[in-house]
């Protein structure tokens, strides 16, 4: 099943997922602080390496701008410990097993690589504002210059 993006403007579908460490965490947690909820697809992958690490190098700044950060795939809780330690990782990556969240973030979609389809999380990042509406979404991310981009937008709320 695909479901398409929220909205900009729309309150922000509720999140409630175990965290490294196995503490839920719940959007709701977070009302009048903005949040980054990044999905990506798998830990330990170059890609998703670097955007983690990324979002790490820049967490000072998105703190001082009141900006929590969250990432959300479908990998285990064991795993997310693992990728954090590995990559010393300063922000909560969040397990969502059975996809619930993913499926109502429109981010779980048909993909194809060396022309098999399967499905999979779709590397999509949101910026939820401190009201609980979704401020902005970038769709299909493209890790390079993506976590620069996704601070200054947070500056601005």
């Given at each position: 099943m695909t479901?398409?993006?929220p909205e900009v403007g729309q309150t922000a579908p509720?999140?409630?997922?175990?965290?490294?460490?196995?503490?839920?965490?719940?959007?709701?947690?977070?009302?009048?602080?903005?949040?980054v909820l990044y999905f990506y697809p798998k830990d330990a992958t170059p890609g998703c390496t670097k955007q983690a690490i990324g979002f790490t190098d820049l967490a000072h700044e998105f703190?001082?701008?009141g900006v929590a950060i969250l990432g959300v795939s479908k990998d285990s809780v064991a795993k997310h410990e693992k990728f954090?330690?590995?990559?010393?990782?300063?922000?909560a990556l969040l397990s969502d097993?059975?996809?619930?969240?993913?499926?109502?973030y429109g981010v779980?979609?048909?993909k194809?690589?060396?022309?098999?389809?399967?499905?999979?999380?779709?590397?999509?990042?949101?910026?939820?504002?401190?009201?609980?509406k979704i401020a902005q979404i970038w769709p299909k991310v493209k890790v390079p210059?993506?976590?620069?981009a996704v601070l200054e937008a947070a500056k601005s709320l």
């Open positions: 479901t398409a993006l509720a999140v409630s997922l175990p965290r490294d460490g196995g503490e839920i965490v719940n959007l709701a947690d977070y009302a009048g602080q903005p949040v703190e001082e701008a954090i330690a590995k990559n010393n990782l300063s922000f097993e059975d996809n619930d969240v993913c499926e109502r779980w979609k048909e194809s690589m060396y022309g098999k389809k399967f499905m999979g999380i779709e590397r999509t990042t949101f910026l939820i504002g401190a009201d609980g210059g993506h976590v620069e």
